[in-house]
Structures are given as C-alpha cells and as structure tokens.
C-alpha cells in the first residue's frame, strides 16, 4: 500500500528547510549514510537550528501518527521513526548513480548499512520545478509537489527516475516496529 497527501509541510516550511540546508550542508558530514549520499545529507541528530529541528521532528510525528492510521494498526504496534534526513538530489550526482536511483527497497540487507528494522519509508518533497525526479514505488510513478508527503511499506521495491534541470530537495524518513531502533 501506498499513500500520499498534499500540502503536508507548508511551502514557507519547505523553503526554510532549503535554506538551511544550502547554508550549513559543508558543516554536516554523516558517515551514517550509503557512500552513495556522502556530503548531501543532513540527520536530524546533526541540526543545530532550533526551528529546523521543530520543523523535522514535527513532521516525522505526524508522519508516524499518519501511518498508523492509514495503514489501520493496532495500538500495541509500534511505529518508531529511525533516521530523518534531507537529502540534496543534482543532475550531476544522479547522473553518477546512471541518472537515476536505481530500483531497491529501504529493508534489504546492504553491504554497507543492513536496514531489515525498517518498516514504513516515507518521501516529503521540499521543491518542484524540476523534469523527472518521480519516485516510482511498486511501479506506481509518485509526481513530485512541493509540501507532498508519500508512504509507503520498506519492503517495496521502489526508484528515482532521471532528473534534470535544477536540484531536487526531499525529506526522507524511515519508520521501525523495533523499539531498540528508535532515534530520537
């Protein structure tokens, strides 16, 4: 199953997160991510800005209590959230990637970060005005809107089709049913 929703994060919110992003990215080095993502992530755990913390960490929430909804789950069940991060997506980068991310699921075993803990993935995109840059998710082809949130179960295999033209700003989350891998 997979849903979206419009207008989850407000277009002032998403330029603010934007904002900071371009302006503190080279004080930020996670060596928690995929190589692939080196140098164009920031963790939630990494911000140091007070209203950019509250912005991500209120969306993950929400995100985690729209999931458990949507997604009809008991009250016994866990959803966690795991890692929060905004990602940075060029033409450039993708390119090196073969223009696109290519297909996978976020709870395959990895050589470099096994992730079988989670459970719900979601997608908030920060921008639009670029061609290409869909997620395709179990091959339904995901349109990216500035503020629109998408979820979806990890084990689906999904992709980022080939983006051109100016970058591509998301927030990404994960979500666990395993409490030992919760991050605050």
Known sequence: MIFTQEKFLSFNHCDIVIDYYEHTIDNHHSEDVSPDFYGRTIQ??????PLIHHIMNDV????????????NLNSNEFILPNDTQIVKWTEKELTELNNAMNIHS????????????????????????????????????????????VCFKSDILHKVNNLIGIDRYTMAMWFTNIPQFYKK
């Open 60 to 71: 993950r929430i929400r995100t985690s209590n729209l999931i458990r909804y949507r997604f």
């Open 106 to 149: 976020d709870n395959e075993d990895e050589d470099f970060h096994p992730s079988y803990y989670r459970t719900y993935s979601s997608i908030l995109y920060l921008n639009e005005g670029y061609s290409g840059g869909e997620t395709v998710i179990g091959g339904k082809t995901i349109q990216p809107k500035k503020g629109k949130l």
């Open 44 to 49: 939630l755990e990494q911000v140091d800005n």
